[in-house]
């Protein structure tokens, strides 16, 4: 039901993505509203108020939309009657989204978001009981305090270390660590968001391509191999581009496990953090790069950037670490 006046209710933002999309001659595009989504889902006891925010493939959203996102959450829990947020999303960049959210998640109350692997015309179509497990989800007391979480294919997992590992099976989420940290940074007024590249290291690479991104980039994020590991030609060009004052961080090209100081020989992670680099020893390269952009947009230094990074890895309770990065 439609929310009426101060009424308790959930509020759900819209953006596109499958889970709105309908198969068509030239591809499946986003074509559903919100009031579509809910029609299909049903509605929960909780009453509903609809946000229609935008409606694109997540594939085409840029970093303006990605924020336009986190203002319109963050909007959302400026009214005392908000009993939690929904978003309806793109799989496709899911794990950038959603974590960015969580970076500015300072309120108790839950964050949901939500998506399909399957259109909503598909035999298969998984959406509607996806957007019903995020509703229930939303208007249940014991989702408070854990931050954005995401609701896909039964299950519930923190967006803290999501990764997409399908792009047409269910689960399509898991989640390189369960109980990660949650550092968050402090809102502040955007002016400009600063250019942070993702590159992806292999045998053979280039390591004029870390010159090259270090000429207009404010961070570079690397995706090493193994536990972020790499030629020492690329080394030389990361202490290059720490010289020029841009930012970078080592992550690993592996969905799994921890990346950490242990090979040298002029490539591994030891000389790459001699270099000036820092290690994202959980957080994988989309959302280190998310990480990056709001630790930059709020004028955060060389200190704050690997502070953040440390305090990313496990703790026993993903609920007790809220502390802001300053």
Not at 122 to 144: E, I, K, M, Y
Not at 157 to 181: C, M, N, Q, W, Y
Not at 203 to 217: C, E, K, S
Request: hydrophobic share 45%.
């Amino acid at each position: 039901m439609p929310a009426v006046g101060g009424e308790p209710h959930i509020v759900v933002i819209t953006t596109g993505g499958t889970v709105a999309s309908r198969r068509g001659a030239t591809g499946a595009i986003p074509a559903l509203t919100g009031d579509d989504l809910l029609g299909r889902a049903g509605i929960g006891s909780a009453p509903v108020r609809i946000v229609d925010l935008m409606s694109l493939d997540s594939s085409a959203m840029c970093v303006d939309d990605q924020f336009r996102i986190v203002d319109a959450v963050t909007g959302a829990l400026t009214d005392d009657a908000v009993l939690g947020v929904v978003v309806t999303h793109g799989t496709d960049t899911m794990e950038e989204s959603a974590f960015l959210v969580d970076l500015y998640a300072d309120d108790p109350r839950p964050v949901v978001f939500t998506g399909a692997q399957f259109t909503d015309d598909s035999p298969t179509a998984d959406g509607p009981a996806n957007l019903a497990g995020a509703l229930a989800c939303a208007a249940d007391p014991d989702s408070r305090g854990r931050g954005v979480v995401v609701a896909m294919g039964g299950a519930l997992l923190p967006a803290r270390g999501l990764l997409k590992i399908s792009t047409s099976e269910v689960p399509a989420f898991d989640v390189v660590h369960p109980e990660l940290g949650r550092p968050t940074l402090p809102r502040t007024t955007r002016t400009v968001v600063p250019r942070v590249e993702s590159l992806s290291l292999y045998p053979g690479v280039n390591p004029r391509i870390v010159d090259a991104a270090a000429l207009d980039a404010a961070a570079i994020v690397l995706s090493a191999t193994g536990s972020g590991n790499t030629h020492p030609d690329v080394t030389a060009a990361v202490a290059r581009a720490v010289q020029r004052g841009v930012t970078v961080v080592v992550t690993s090209r592996v969905p799994y496990g921890e990346v950490t100081a242990v090979y040298g020989g002029g490539g591994g992670a030891v000389d790459l953090l001699d270099a000036g680099a820092i290690l994202s020893t959980w957080l994988r390269a989309p959302q280190a790069r998310m990480a990056l952009l709001g630790l930059l947009s709020s004028g955060a230094g060389r200190g704050a950037v690997g502070e953040f990074f440390a305090r990313s890895g496990p703790v026993h309770d993903n609920r007790r670490l809220h502390t802001a990065v300053r």
